[in-house]
């Protein structure tokens, strides 16, 4: 998808094509919330969902692995709006599972629908025709990301500034190997906020901190923060929580909390680089 195009103006394709792979019944691909927040901060939440389309039969997976971290961010989707009202920012979250399509992938990348995941193999995506992977692009991608992107140019439309804040979660253990961070911060072309939140957050009592690790930001493995924010010139950070910190109620209030208050610190310090 190209970002400058035009959000809503092919509405009646779109909604058709929504209408090829999900029911009425079925949750919409967006939530989007608070759009009238004060904050300079807009948050985004690409794998906060783990819904499957009914059409696509459980990807053929067993159900177990549908709760699994192969499907969704655990937990951050609940950081995510609880931030929100803390920070009165708005935020999006997306509903439907990374195993349907990765939010967070550039479409053309093979992975973005995935035949495996860790050491998953996903039936239902196995050797889909370009029109099966257009119809997902169409449904549950492009309604995520035209959201943004219009959300963007109207806060600029408006005079508002922007900070993309991209939420994830990241499972304890991967492959076999356990992860000592309890968070991360990842960055690409731009490392000024991220190096600000890294600094604060390696300050607070027993917390392991990632600098761009586990995972870094990169075209390839990220879309969200490259095309919204580093095409924009957009200040972000892209912030991983280790999913054991967020599984219950009192770790999601924990870390909203400790994001509401560091993230505007972390803004102060970058404006005055
Ligand atoms: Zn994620």
């Given at each position: 998808?190209?970002?400058?195009?035009?959000?809503?103006?092919?509405?009646?394709?779109?909604?058709?094509?929504?209408?090829a792979?999900?029911?009425?019944?079925?949750?919409?691909p967006?939530?989007?919330?608070?759009?009238?927040?004060?904050?300079?901060?807009?948050?985004?939440?690409?794998?906060?969902?783990?819904?499957?389309?009914?059409?696509?039969?459980?990807?053929?997976?067993?159900?177990?692995?549908?709760?699994?971290?192969?499907?969704?961010?655990?937990?951050?989707?609940?950081?995510?709006?609880?931030?929100?009202?803390?920070?009165?920012?708005?935020?999006?979250?997306?509903?439907?599972?990374?195993?349907?399509?990765?939010?967070?992938?550039?479409?053309?990348?093979?992975s973005?629908?995935?035949?495996?995941?860790?050491?998953?193999?996903?039936?239902?995506?196995?050797?889909?025709?370009?029109?099966?992977?257009?119809?997902?692009?169409?449904?549950?991608?492009?309604?995520?990301?035209?959201?943004?992107?219009?959300?963007?140019?109207?806060?600029?439309?408006?005079?508002?500034?922007?900070v993309?804040?991209?939420?994830?979660?990241?499972?304890?253990?991967?492959?076999?190997?356990?992860?000592?961070?309890?968070?991360?911060?990842?960055?690409?072309?731009?490392?000024?906020?991220?190096?600000?939140?890294?600094?604060?957050?390696?300050?607070?009592?027993?917390?392991?901190?990632?600098?761009?690790?586990?995972?870094?930001?990169?075209?390839?493995?990220?879309?969200?923060?490259?095309?919204?924010?580093?095409r924009?010139?957009?200040?972000?950070?892209?912030?991983?929580i280790?999913?054991?910190?967020?599984?219950?109620?009192?770790?999601?209030?924990?870390?909203?909390e400790?994001?509401?208050?560091?993230?505007?610190?972390?803004y102060?310090?970058?404006?005055?680089?």
């Amino acid at each position: 998808m190209d970002c400058r195009d035009e959000p809503g103006s092919d509405g009646q394709s779109l909604q058709t094509a929504s209408e090829a792979l999900l029911d009425p019944d079925e949750p919409k691909p967006v939530i989007f919330d608070n759009e009238a927040g004060r904050s300079v901060f807009f948050l985004t939440c690409d794998h906060a969902g783990r819904a499957i389309p009914r059409r696509l039969d459980g990807l053929g997976l067993p159900e177990q692995e549908a709760w699994r971290h192969i499907a969704w961010d655990i937990g951050i989707g609940e950081v995510a709006q609880q931030l929100s009202r803390l920070l009165d920012a708005a935020v999006i979250l997306q509903t439907y599972s990374r195993l349907v399509i990765d939010c967070n992938r550039d479409p053309k990348v093979p992975s973005s629908i995935p035949e495996i995941s860790e050491t998953t193999e996903i039936p239902g995506n196995r050797g889909l025709t370009e029109g099966a992977r257009t119809v997902r692009i169409d449904a549950v991608f492009r309604p995520y990301h035209d959201t943004i992107a219009a959300v963007l140019e109207r806060r600029t439309a408006a005079g508002r500034a922007s900070v993309l804040v991209a939420l994830h979660s990241f499972t304890p253990v991967f492959k076999g190997v356990a992860r000592p961070w309890h968070a991360a911060v990842l960055y690409n072309r731009d490392p000024r906020l991220a190096r600000s939140l890294f600094k604060l957050l390696s300050a607070e009592a027993g917390l392991v901190v990632g600098d761009n690790e586990p995972y870094a930001v990169s075209d390839l493995t990220d879309y969200t923060v490259p095309v919204h924010a580093e095409r924009r010139g957009l200040p972000y950070v892209e912030i991983e929580i280790r999913q054991d910190q967020i599984t219950e109620p009192a770790g999601q209030v924990a870390w909203a909390e400790r994001l509401a208050r560091l993230l505007p610190a972390a803004y102060a310090q970058f404006l005055r680089q």
